[in-house]
């Protein structure tokens, strides 16, 4: 009887440690299909910083939903928010406006696997672009708008000492 509680008890552990592995291990999407659209700013007259939103929606071929998608921008990682249903995401990250560079910013998302081969790759030292990511998402900025050239108040200095200078002139011609 004591053998019999003993082997039902190894296999009653055996069994739960399948269940929490099914329980834990993560959904894999394959064939991923991604649809994005990109907000930046674009008028930095009196902004410290840019904003960068990606939003997208994931298919995965296998239709699996709710990943945890995690998003790497320039040596950065941030978790992407889900939005909405299931398949929606956000990424969103601010740079510096003198940092910010116009052109492709593209942004790489893993799941869960990835992100954590990403993050021992960065641990290790290793280079991060040998992990692959599941799908990368470009996200343009044409620049942002700074102000004019010359403001208006160095302007109106500078065609109010014209104007005296042309007054002063012609004073001194109708005197003279």
């Given at each position: ?12 552990v055996?069994?739960?440690?399948l269940?929490?592995?099914?329980y ?25 910083s840019i ?8 298919k995965c071929?296998?239709h ?21 249903d ?7 990250w601010?740079?510096?406006?003198k ?10 998302l893993y ?11 960065i641990?290790?030292?290793?280079d ?49």
């Amino acid at each position: 009887m004591g053998i019999v509680k003993m082997v039902n008890g190894k296999m009653f552990v055996v069994v739960g440690y399948l269940l929490l592995f099914t329980y834990v291990s993560a959904d894999v999407c394959t064939k991923p299909e991604v649809t994005a659209s990109a907000y930046t700013t674009q008028d930095a007259t009196v902004l410290t910083s840019i904003a960068f939103v990606a939003e997208l929606t994931l298919k995965c071929g296998n239709h699996v939903t709710g990943l945890p998608l995690y998003a790497e921008i320039n040596g950065r990682t941030l978790p992407a928010a889900r939005i909405g249903d299931d398949n929606n995401y956000q990424v969103s990250w601010t740079e510096d406006v003198k940092k910010a560079r116009s052109g492709d910013y593209s942004v790489n998302l893993y799941d869960e696997e990835g992100y954590a081969a990403l993050r021992k790759a960065i641990r290790s030292g290793e280079d991060s672009s040998s992990v692959k990511s599941l799908v990368t998402v470009v996200v343009n900025y044409p620049g942002a708008y700074q102000g004019p050239w010359v403001n208006s108040e160095f302007m109106a200095a500078i065609l109010s000492v014209l104007v005296w200078y042309l007054a002063f002139s012609a004073r001194s011609k109708l005197l003279a």
